[in-house]
């Protein structure tokens, strides 16, 4: 994160399946506020999932796929792309691994 300081904000696994969209569940606090994460860091473990940040769901043949054997981790930056990300597995059981952060400008 070139250019910036941030605070890790904890770890989450999510379990994608093909039958519905998940979202990230640590960004909201029980009273539905936000725990001030606008940065994520994610990994798939194996498989492949498909994946929209508009708040929209994905389907298992529609949104941009993400692999297990891409080489790079998929950076989320923003409070409105944390909230509207949804992901699905195309086939069978995928797991995410996220890291989340409070980064700002140095």
């Given at each position: 994160?070139?250019?910036?300081?941030?605070?890790?904000?904890?770890?989450?696994r999510i379990v994608l399946t093909?039958?519905?969209?998940?979202?990230?569940?640590?960004i909201a606090n029980a009273t539905g506020g936000q725990?001030?994460?606008?940065?994520a860091l994610i990994r798939i473990e194996s498989g492949e999932a498909r994946f929209l940040m508009d708040g929209s769901s994905p389907t298992t043949t529609g949104g941009f796929p993400i692999f297990?054997?891409?080489?790079a981790p998929l950076w989320l930056w923003g409070n409105g792309i944390l909230r509207n990300f949804q992901a699905i597995s195309t086939s069978g059981t995928v797991t995410l691994d996220?890291?989340?952060?409070?980064?700002g400008m140095m």
């Open positions: 994160m070139y250019g910036r300081a941030a605070t890790n904000l904890g770890y989450d093909a039958a519905g969209a998940s979202g990230l569940p640590f725990l001030g994460a606008n940065a297990a054997t891409d080489t996220v890291l989340y952060f409070a980064a």
